[in-house]
């Protein structure tokens, strides 16, 4: 029996391998040190956790409203208009099981077979599979030259008749850049002139450094009636497990987004809706002192990095993540292999240091590979010293 071609179009993650030979050092009672965690490596703050207990004991653990509850898509509108200067009913509000069903939700309801979506390399694993998934075809704009931001005439360059929708994700995994206010008003003033979608990925927003703002492209002129905005639950409140992510968008698309999820999933627990409440009622001096310790974390990694000439780096301005070029050691010797690409530089601290990371291939860009610092500092201080020894040997057998 044949599977259906859909299958055939999406790819199962590069990082597979990586992973799998970290799993079999484990199992063989070796210590590795593991820099490739997407989440926070806080719990997740008393307060939520306890609303979630609140919610078992008082029996609210029955299916509730397809697109969330009232409750708290009213205090996701007041999120919107408070934090990012937007104004939503709670009617435009869609409460998903995690961002990403919110992304897929919205592609699931903008295009169709022929059509194209345009994302920037390096992009987030999920978003070339999700537009495949979709039926839609990704266009990417390689940003490795552009400090790793889309320009407007690149932008306006990948712009065809075919083009339904753009994806912008800011700050953004796996790079960390996040684009300033004129960086977006250009980018803005380009898509205020185009009949597409934008789908913005704002899951990081709260994980910012430097006194950075983040700004949302929908707030410039009418491009509200544009945009999907896409938030949740996972980064921000160290929320990862309990899959809750929301959208915002015009009515019409919210309620057709709302359409589609009532056919798959339903709501998104009842559990961890009252717990979202209680994030957004706000234990804030927990997620400044998340904060704030990603943010030494970084300044860390970077001392370390700027001490070796031949490393160069994507500064990160938010979320957890530090892309580092790593193309100097190609050409080189690792054990019995020739080093060639992003994957065998990880194949080889995997093998070799302990230390795993993730290649830069698995976000579309082959000469950088990830590391994320949402791991203690301990281990941040054995994982930066195993990759400068490794580099330090790689660089001597060019
Ligand atoms: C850029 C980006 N968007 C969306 C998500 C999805 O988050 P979740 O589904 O946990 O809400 C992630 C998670 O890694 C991410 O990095």
């Not at 974390?297 to 938010?318: A, C, E, H, T």
């Not at 082959?366 to 590391?371: A, E, G, K, P």
């Amino acid at each position: 029996m044949k599977l259906a071609s859909r299958i055939n179009r999406i790819e199962t993650s590069k990082t597979l391998q990586v992973k799998e030979k970290a799993l079999e050092l484990k199992a063989q009672g070796i210590e590795v040190i593991d820099l490739t965690a997407g989440e926070p490596d806080f719990p997740t703050p008393p307060s939520v956790c306890q609303a979630g207990i609140e919610a078992i004991q008082q029996g609210f653990t029955k299916y509730t409203a397809n697109n969330g509850i009232p409750e708290l898509r009213t205090k996701i509108a007041q999120k919107f208009a408070r934090d990012n200067n937007l104004s939503y009913t709670p009617e435009q509000i869609i409460v998903s099981s995690g961002a990403k069903q919110s992304i897929l939700n919205a592609l699931l309801v903008m295009v169709e077979e022929g059509d194209e979506v345009i994302i920037g390399s390096p992009y987030w694993v999920s978003y070339p599979e999700q537009i495949k998934i979709a039926g839609a075809s990704p266009v990417i704009i390689d940003t490795a030259t552009t400090d790793f931001k889309i320009q407007p005439r690149q932008l306006e360059q990948n712009i065809s008749s075919r083009t339904k929708a753009v994806i912008l994700n800011s700050p953004c995994n796996p790079t960390g850049v996040v684009y300033t206010e004129p960086e977006i008003r250009d980018l803005a003033d380009i898509l205020l002139q185009k009949d597409i979608w934008i789908i913005s990925d704002e899951i990081y927003e709260k994980i910012i450094f430097d006194h950075l703002h983040h700004i949302s492209v929908a707030t410039f002129g009418n491009l509200i009636e544009k945009s999907v905005v896409i938030n949740g639950f996972s980064k921000s409140y160290s929320m990862t497990g309990w899959r809750l992510g929301y959208a915002a968008g015009p009515l019409a698309v919210v309620k057709a987004m709302s359409k589609i999820q009532s056919h798959y999933t339903s709501n998104a627990s009842s559990i961890s809706q009252k717990a979202a409440v209680a994030a957004l009622n706000g234990p804030s001096e927990e997620i400044e002192k998340m904060r704030r310790v990603f943010e030494e974390r970084r300044n860390y990694i970077k001392s370390v990095l700027d001490k070796r000439s031949y490393f160069s780096y994507v500064y990160p301005q938010g979320a957890f993540y530090f892309f580092i070029d790593i193309s100097a050691v190609f050409g080189s010797r690792g054990g019995e292999k020739m080093i060639e690409n992003s994957l065998d530089v990880c194949s080889f601290l995997t093998e070799h240091y302990h230390l795993v990371t993730v290649p830069g291939i698995a976000f579309g860009d082959d000469r950088h590979l990830r590391i994320s610092f949402a791991a203690s500092q301990e281990s941040l201080e054995i994982g930066m010293r195993k990759l400068t020894e490794a580099m330090d040997h790689l660089m001597e057998r060019k």
